[in-house]
T-cell receptor, first 113, second 112 residues
């Protein structure tokens, strides 16, 4: 039981390049989330998906797109990376009942030059 | 809109000493409150949560937190810290099913 896995662990991009961050969970959770973590700002929600086939914007969605491919997988895409998107990205999942615990992946550290 | 304030950016505590990390929230109704811990290079792990009922909640690793509505606070405590408690701690408040708002975190350093 791997929990929440994220790939890649590290990535360096040049401004304007695109990439997709992958996230998968094996806990049969319905809800999945993408956060970014920046120094002094805590975690901010980018997008979330309450169930397969649905996605909604969070606090900081600009510059990102997401795909809930199936119940297990939730990907985050940067179409044209900008230096402001340099951050650590976390994926999380939960069972959407009365604020059950969110389980986090290990993160992807992204640098945009 | 809900918000969370963690006033202490960095706290240093001696091993074996007691610990209290502060968290203040702003929300118009009864909040759902959480404390998460993040070890270096890792994701976040839930320490404890408050939904309703007893205002003193027990969590993992010997941590506890007390909800005080009159002070809009949810402070995290531990009677005796261990070197392995060195990490970053995040308080979070939830107003809806899907969306948690996190504080900016408190980094805890333990000195021998």
């Amino acid at each position: 039981n791997a929990g929440v896995t994220q790939t890649p662990k590290f990535q360096v991009l040049k401004t304007g390049q695109s990439m997709t961050l992958q996230c998968a969970q094996d806990m049969n959770h319905n809800s999945m989330y993408w956060y970014r973590q920046d120094p002094g700002m805590g975690l901010r929600l980018i997008y979330y998906s309450a169930s397969e086939g649905t996605t909604d914007k969070g606090e900081v969605p600009n510059g990102y797109n997401v795909s809930r491919l199936n119940k297990r997988e939730f990907s985050l895409r940067l179409e044209s990376a900008a230096p402001s998107q340099t951050s650590v990205y976390f994926c999380a999942s939960s069972v959407p009942l009365a604020f059950n615990e969110q389980f986090f992946g290990p993160g992807t550290r992204l640098t945009v030059l | 809109a809900q918000s969370v304030t963690q006033p202490d950016i960095h706290i240093t505590v001696s091993e074996g000493a007691s610990l209290e990390l502060r968290c203040n929230y702003s929300y118009g109704a009864t909040p759902y409150l959480f404390w998460y811990v993040q070890s270096p290079g890792q994701g976040l792990q839930l320490l404890l949560k408050y939904f309703s009922g007893d205002t003193l909640v027990q969590g993992i690793k010997g941590f506890e937190a007390e909800f005080k509505r009159s002070q809009s606070s949810f402070n995290l405590r531990k009677p005796s810290v261990h070197w392995s408690d060195a990490a970053e701690y995040f308080c979070a408040v939830g107003a809806s099913q899907e969306k948690l708002t996190f504080g900016t975190g408190t980094r805890l350093t333990i000195i021998p």
